[in-house]
């Protein structure tokens, strides 16, 4: 498998994870304040690695072409 792929298999991960806590920090009358919290702050963290993983298999691919390029 490619490292890029696999970045992008990870991303897809903190996606996930991410739309699972914003759905949790959004359900006011059956959770408490404070899981909501927490929950709205880990959809952050995951929604933000999604972001570094996808940027760093961008960073591949581009170094894998201009290796290609010389």
């Known amino acids: 498998m490619d490292l890029a792929k696999a970045y992008e298999i990870a991303a897809e991960w903190h996606d996930k994870t991410a739309a699972g806590c914003r759905a949790i920090a959004d359900d006011e009358p059956r959770i408490g304040a404070d899981i909501r919290a927490k929950a709205k702050e880990a959809a952050k963290h995951h929604a933000g690695s999604a972001a570094a993983l996808r940027l760093a298999a961008i ?11 010389d």
């Open 59 to 69: 960073e591949h691919r581009r170094n894998r072409l201009l290796l290609q390029l």
